[in-house]
């Protein structure tokens, strides 16, 4: 009876990722077409299968826009989506708490201040890489600051933890608006930053994301049991051998560098942690074997839609966007919240 059980949620769970994957493919395909310049989904295919010289090659034109505009901006947002989902259910999971996100540990504002220096104090150094840098820097000296700050005696208090992760977040936004109001001619590109867009994203933005955020993506999901085991408390953990304290560690940082390695290039792009790992959460279960993966799944094709939508309305940041669906899903979460969690 029990290894029928295991049969059949094997099943479900492989049929879930196969339909998510192909609705991702599909969104590519689709969210590729819609544009200044409508190209048909009969066009992209084509033009994707001569690349892989299936078929032959559409326009040059066509080529360029799909190849060297498109794609990397989808592409990119994809790899945003699944960073910052898979950060948020390692968070959620790891607080128990539906309300965590990315950002909760003071990471985007920590980002956000990295940026804010790059514009304002080495304008003559600026370039290309100089904010993603900056801001990655920022993002993990604010992670680094939250966790020594609420380690008490060699262990991480997750209450402590949160409470920290908010005053440290509360104090570089105060430092990010001082530094705003100092910006002068900079404060426009900085502005526009701290809203999250794929606009100007290129298969090089791309090419550098893609390894942190795969890495750390796979390092997370073999944690995926633990976290399964912690949240029946911390001390059951224990019991399965389970060095809860080691684990903690290792997934915040895990979840920083990943979130870190998103805003980066897309900048600071609010509540898809938040939204869809919860979202997911109903869909599939609270099994972290496969919360992780379909969340990363479903984070990809969220914000490829959202990214789509901005562009379709005048290029508006996708942080705007992505600040309409989260604010009323945060507020149904907070109504919610004396239900419990999982």
């Given at each position: 009876?029990?290894?029928?059980?295991?049969?059949?949620?094997?099943?479900?769970?492989?049929?879930?990722?196969?339909?998510?994957?192909?609705?991702?493919?599909?969104?590519?395909?689709?969210?590729?077409?819609?544009?200044?310049?409508?190209?048909?989904?009969?066009?992209?295919?084509?033009?994707?299968?001569?690349?892989?010289?299936?078929?032959?090659?559409?326009?040059?034109?066509?080529?360029?826009?799909?190849?060297?505009?498109?794609?990397?901006?989808?592409?990119?947002?994809?790899?945003?989506?699944?960073?910052?989902?898979?950060a948020g259910t390692t968070l959620?999971?790891?607080?128990?708490?539906?309300?965590?996100?990315?950002?909760?540990?003071?990471?985007?504002?920590?980002?956000?201040?990295?940026?804010?220096?790059?514009?304002?104090?080495?304008?003559?150094?600026?370039?290309?890489?100089?904010?993603?840098?900056?801001?990655?820097?920022?993002?993990?000296?604010?992670?680094?600051?939250?966790?020594?700050?609420?380690?008490?005696?060699?262990?991480?208090?997750?209450?402590?933890?949160?409470?920290?992760?908010?005053?440290?977040?509360?104090?570089?936004?105060?430092?990010?608006?001082?530094?705003?109001?100092?910006?002068?001619?900079?404060?426009?590109?900085?502005?526009?930053?701290?809203?999250?867009?794929?606009?100007?994203?290129?298969?090089?933005?791309?090419?550098?994301?893609?390894?942190?955020?795969?890495?750390?993506?796979?390092?997370?999901?073999?944690?995926?049991?633990?976290?399964?085991?912690?949240?029946?408390?911390?001390?059951?953990?224990?019991?399965?051998?389970?060095?809860?304290?080691?684990?903690?560690?290792?997934?915040?940082?895990?979840?920083?560098?990943?979130?870190?390695?998103?805003?980066?290039?897309?900048?600071?792009?609010?509540?898809?942690?938040?939204?869809?790992?919860?979202?997911?959460?109903?869909?599939?279960?609270?099994?972290?074997?496969?919360?992780?993966?379909?969340?990363?799944?479903?984070?990809?094709?969220?914000?490829?839609?959202?990214?789509?939508?901005?562009?379709?309305?005048?290029?508006?940041?996708?942080?705007?966007?992505?600040?309409?669906?989260?604010?009323?899903?945060?507020?149904?979460?907070?109504r919610k919240r004396k239900t419990?969690?999982?």
């Amino acid at each position: 009876m029990r290894e029928a059980t295991h049969l059949r949620k094997f099943i479900q769970w492989k049929l879930i990722m196969v339909y998510l994957v192909a609705i991702l493919c599909l969104t590519v395909v689709l969210a590729t077409a819609i544009g200044p310049v409508y190209i048909s989904p009969q066009e992209i295919v084509a033009l994707i299968g001569s690349k892989l010289q299936l078929c032959e090659a559409p326009s040059s034109v066509i080529d360029i826009i799909i190849f060297d505009v498109r794609l990397p901006r989808t592409f990119l947002a994809i790899l945003v989506g699944i960073a910052l989902a898979t950060a948020g259910t390692t968070l959620q999971g790891l607080f128990k708490n539906p309300m965590a996100d990315p950002y909760v540990i003071g990471i985007s504002s920590g980002a956000a201040v990295g940026a804010a220096l790059s514009f304002t104090v080495l304008p003559q150094f600026f370039a290309i890489y100089t904010t993603p840098f900056m801001a990655f820097l920022g993002a993990m000296f604010a992670t680094f600051l939250v966790y020594n700050l609420a380690k008490v005696g060699g262990r991480i208090p997750i209450d402590t933890l949160l409470l920290t992760g908010l005053a440290i977040s509360l104090f570089f936004s105060a430092f990010l608006s001082f530094m705003m109001y100092r910006a002068g001619h900079d404060l426009n590109r900085l502005f526009f930053w701290l809203m999250g867009s794929f606009r100007i994203a290129d298969w090089t933005d791309v090419a550098i994301t893609v390894l942190p955020i795969t890495v750390c993506s796979f390092l997370i999901y073999l944690f995926a049991k633990d976290l399964n085991a912690m949240l029946l408390g911390e001390e059951s953990a224990q019991t399965l051998g389970i060095n809860v304290e080691n684990v903690k560690k290792i997934l915040l940082v895990l979840a920083a560098v990943i979130t870190a390695a998103a805003v980066a290039f897309a900048g600071t792009i609010g509540f898809v942690g938040l939204i869809i790992p919860h979202i997911t959460r109903i869909l599939v279960g609270p099994d972290h074997r496969i919360l992780f993966p379909a969340s990363a799944l479903v984070g990809g094709i969220f914000l490829v839609w959202a990214d789509t939508l901005a562009c379709v309305l005048g290029e508006i940041p996708v942080g705007i966007i992505t600040a309409f669906f989260g604010a009323p899903f945060f507020i149904y979460l907070l109504r919610k919240r004396k239900t419990g969690y999982y």
